[in-house]
């Protein structure tokens, strides 16, 4: 695939997410898809992912990403992300904030044979934890 169609699933993915449709990953992510930096006590794999997500969803129940910057060299596609949202279901078991948060994440996908297979991802913890008052 060019880096363009690759581009334009990871567009698809952010708006599917956005809309709170997480199944979109069984179209767009491998069946042996690794994620390289899964939550904490997560499996590095789509479901686990997935999961992620729903709980992402479940403690915020507004978020919604904003694709910041989008640059694809090869197989990989980098973007950086803006996550916001209100914390309406309690953040790591505490109890909900009520606060509304905004920070940002980098990933790189690789893709192959049409699909993304192996995700990298640092996100910005530290200024979500202080927007919620927890550090």
Avoid: C
């Avoid at 078991?93 to 297979?117: D, E, H, Q």
């Amino acid at each position: 695939m060019s880096t363009e169609q690759n581009k334009a699933m990871l567009r698809r993915f952010i708006s599917e997410v956005n809309k709170g449709n997480f199944d979109v990953m069984d179209e767009i992510f491998a069946e042996d898809f690794i994620d390289r930096y899964p939550a904490h006590g997560e499996t590095p794999n789509r479901e686990g992912v997935k999961r992620v997500l729903a709980g992402t969803r479940k403690t915020f129940p507004d978020f919604h990403w904003s694709l910041e910057d989008i640059i694809a060299e090869g197989d990989k596609v980098a973007y950086r992300l803006t996550m916001q949202g209100t914390d309406k279901g309690g953040f790591m078991g505490m109890p909900p904030t009520v606060k509304k948060v905004s920070f940002a994440g980098v990933s790189i996908l690789r893709f192959a044979n049409g699909k993304a297979v192996e995700r990298w991802y640092i996100g910005d913890n530290m200024t979500l934890m202080h927007q919620l008052g927890l550090v």
